[in-house]
């Protein structure tokens, strides 16, 4: 019980720079909260095997909080496109279901290098202010199906919303941005829900895990990370508009590649 009075200021800190980054960046939180519960859970002691997967788990499970937040924000400006969400939700679904499944199997080391490459890409993409160039028509049913399993599989495994592989497949397809983001949000929603029900599934019977755990989820940091993202996120919104975005962007991408190495050596 003392530790935890002892870590929930950590907790609340992450949640709060994760939340201001997202409303800075358009960034999802996972890409922040990720690295930091893997170098938290590991400061705290957790067994080795299961301290990536568990990072993952609980990150989902604040997207759920968070994203339920910024998709109803989308639809009441009026930028959701509800049936280009419904014919990639099957898919979304049943990925995210198969991306948990495949977290859970994979060696430890497996998944966080796969983490660290997924921060270098979006490094990358940050740093050269790389922009996907505007395709010409909509893709059939079938097509955003198979993308929302796609997209589903891999945010589940690395515990992020999914935007970041949303959005540039969405505006490669003529969509145009802001109907793209709107959509990614939504889609980030069934994302985290599917890949919080099955991470709390699949660790339900695994020994060794701390006390507060529902699965793989950590509830003393899920509910530490909620309580601040939630009312930092608009700050970061605001600030947005005020600071020179580009190079914030810039040292944001150092701070990532730095993060990736740093994990790439841990592992």
Not at 244 to 259: C, G
Request: hydrophobic fraction near 60%; charge should be positive; aromatic fraction near 8%.
């Amino acid at each position: 019980m003392n530790e935890l009075v002892l870590l929930l200021p950590l907790y609340l800190i992450c949640g709060a720079v994760a939340g201001l980054l997202a409303g800075l960046f358009g960034l999802g939180g996972g890409i922040i909260l990720v690295p930091a519960l893997l170098f938290l859970f590991a400061w705290q002691g957790f067994p080795a095997e299961t301290i990536v997967v568990t990072a993952v788990a609980t990150s989902l499970a604040t997207i759920v909080v968070t994203g339920l937040s910024s998709t109803l924000a989308h639809h009441r400006l009026g930028s959701l496109q509800w049936p280009v969400v419904g014919r990639m939700l099957p898919g979304i679904v049943l990925g995210a279901v198969v991306g948990a499944w495949l977290a859970d199997r994979l060696p430890a080391g497996w998944l966080a290098t796969l983490f660290a490459v997924y921060l270098i890409a979006v490094a990358i993409q940050m740093g050269w202010r790389w922009q996907p160039s505007p395709g010409s028509g909509v893709p059939k049913p079938a097509w955003l199906a198979t993308a929302g399993g796609a997209i589903g599989m891999l945010a589940a495994m690395l515990g992020i919303g999914g935007g970041t592989l949303t959005v540039p497949l969405l505006v490669r397809w003529a969509f145009p941005m802001r109907t793209a983001v709107a959509v990614s949000s939504a889609c980030g929603l069934p994302i985290a829900a599917a890949g919080t029900v099955s991470y709390g599934i699949l660790g339900w019977n695994t020994p060794g895990l701390p006390a507060g755990s529902l699965g793989y989820v950590y509830l003393p940091a899920f509910f530490g990370i909620v309580a601040s993202s939630i009312p930092v996120a608009p700050l970061g919104a605001a600030l947005a508009h005020r600071l020179p975005a580009q190079r914030l962007k810039q040292l944001f991408a150092i701070i990532l590649l730095l993060i990736a190495l740093r994990i790439l050596h841990a592992g």
